[in-house]
């Protein structure tokens, strides 16, 4: 099975500021690789597929980048709206394993 | 809109069965695979089992092979979990996703239905 390890696993920051979260695959995995969001009590919402394709709808200050094992998620300039949990998400091959997840909160 | 509606969770003793449903609205179901993704209280996501759009192909995490079956009903535009042999770290919130150009890409999920095992 591919794991899926992201970092950090928590991160305090502000309104304005650019965030970075990484996430590794132990295996290439090509470009498959999705990013969530999830705020509490509510389902995940498709963030960014394929590695770098923003999902209809999401603001264009999220974006991503990476391939093989190597991936980024970035938020420009955060929101207060941004204040959630993210994962990545390989759909390369089965299972379709989710990495641990980042909690995103106010400094 | 695409519509999710998960239902059946609820209350279980260990070694219980439950039968999970999700109805699907809003688009052509049997073109799509569908998933189901669990989150146990304050944890993290788990991809938990896939179906192909006809039903021919299944797959599932290790942890709950030859325990959960996932099925459909293509003409009832509705997923099913049958989950058996049911353990308390299968307490969680059970979502069902659909799937997209790729099976793995889930840009629609339901509201979730929340399964406790527990005596």
């Known amino acids: 099975d591919i794991q899926m390890t992201q970092s950090p696993s928590s991160l305090s920051a502000s309104v304005g500021d650019r965030v970075t979260i990484t996430c590794r695959a132990s295996?290439?995995?090509?470009?498959?690789l999705n990013w969530y969001q999830q705020k509490p009590g509510k389902a995940p919402n498709l963030l960014i597929y394929?590695?770098?394709s923003l999902q209809s709808g999401v603001p264009s200050s999220f974006s991503g980048s990476g391939s093989g094992t190597d991936f980024t998620l970035t938020i420009s300039s955060l929101q207060p709206e941004d204040f959630a949990t993210y994962y990545c998400?390989?759909?390369?091959?089965?299972?379709?394993?989710f990495g641990q997840g980042t909690k995103l909160d106010i400094k | 809109e695409v519509q999710l509606v998960e239902s059946g969770g609820g209350l279980v003793q260990p070694g219980g069965s439950l039968r999970l449903s999700c109805e699907a609205s809003?688009?052509?179901?049997?073109?799509?695979?569908m998933s189901w993704v669990r989150q146990a209280p304050g944890k993290g996501l788990e991809w938990v089992a896939t179906?192909?759009?006809?039903?021919?192909?299944?797959y599932y995490v290790d942890s709950v092979k030859g325990r959960f079956t996932i099925s459909r009903d293509n003409a009832k535009n509705s997923l099913f979990l049958q989950m058996n042999s049911l353990r308390a770290e299968d307490t969680a919130v059970y979502y069902c996703?659909?799937?997209?150009?790729?099976?793995?890409?889930?840009?629609?999920w339901g509201q979730g239905t929340l399964v406790t095992v527990s005596s």
């Open positions: 996703a659909r799937g997209g150009a790729v099976p793995g890409r889930f840009a629609y």
């Open positions: 809003e688009f052509s179901f049997s073109d799509f695979w």
């Open positions: 179906i192909k759009e006809d039903g021919s192909e299944k």
């Open positions: 295996q290439s995995i090509s470009s498959s």
């Open positions: 394929a590695a770098s």
């Open positions: 998400q390989q759909s390369y091959s089965f299972p379709h394993t």
